[in-house]
């Protein structure tokens, strides 16, 4: 079970906007920076979203990353068939053993 | 930038495996390095992390004590020794290259699979 809570799926159809959110506690997402991470199946991860809520360069802008409190939020608008993937939030954990703590991840359908 | 992972196979419960990453296309010895893994069908778990002069050494609960993360900035190798393997280390291995503070692991190398089994 994941320190960093998400939905394990979302959906949405083009052009929708479609949000992921990913719940934490006082010790990670409150006191540090979140990133997201897509990935599609059978590939490596890649990084889009950094301190919370810059692009990565050569990341569109159709993706944007928030946080307040204990949760973050990953939002993909204008989705396009290409936005099909699995998406990982991650932070550092000021409490556990492990530095870095990943969300369980959600898989994003384009119907 | 390149990174690219080898020696994964299929060992046997409480055997050992040594990965390797190499790394081109970046100053390696100014870069942190991360290892990631990924078990089949499910999500990322980091593993460990080692700072770009091996001052800082960084573990995850489960397999502390088991796993060696070591580099070669010679010869821009990241290494990760795993001893006394178990069913479940048996996952997709990635090594990253550090972008800043973790987790930014800006680059990622295609992953290299272990399976423990007997």
């Known amino acids: 079970q994941s320190v960093l809570t998400q939905p394990p799926s979302a959906s949405g159809t083009p052009g929708q906007r479609v949000t992921i959110s990913c719940t934490g506690s006082s010790s990670n997402i409150a006191s540090n920076y979140v990133y997201w991470y897509q990935q599609v199946p059978g590939t490596a991860p890649r990084l889009l979203i950094l301190r919370n809520d810059e692009r990565l360069s050569g990341v569109p802008d159709r993706f944007s990353g928030s946080k307040s409190g204990t949760s973050a939020s990953l939002a993909i608008s204008g989705l396009r068939s290409e936005d099909e993937a699995i998406y990982y939030c991650a932070t550092r954990d000021d409490n556990l053993s492990d530095l870095v703590v990943f969300g369980g991840g959600t898989k994003l359908t384009v119907l | 930038v390149k990174l690219v992972e080898s020696g994964g196979g299929q060992v046997k419960p409480g055997e050992s495996l040594r990965l390797s990453c190499a790394a081109s296309?970046?100053?390696?010895?100014?870069?942190?390095m991360s290892w990631v893994r990924q078990a089949p069908g499910k999500g990322l778990e980091w593993v460990s992390s080692?700072?770009?002069?091996?001052?800082?050494?960084y573990y995850a609960g489960s397999v502390r004590g088991r796993f060696t993360i070591s580099r070669d900035n010679a010869n821009n190798v990241l290494h990760l020794q795993m001893n006394s393997l178990r069913a479940d280390d048996t996952a997709v291995y990635y090594c990253?290259?550090?972008?800043?503070?973790?987790?930014?692991?800006?680059?990622w190398g295609q992953g290299a699979l272990v399976t423990v089994s007997s």
């Open positions: 296309g970046f100053t390696f010895s100014t870069y942190d």
């Open positions: 080692i700072s770009s002069g091996s001052h800082y050494i």
């Open positions: 990253a290259r550090a972008g800043g503070d973790y987790p930014d692991f800006r680059s």
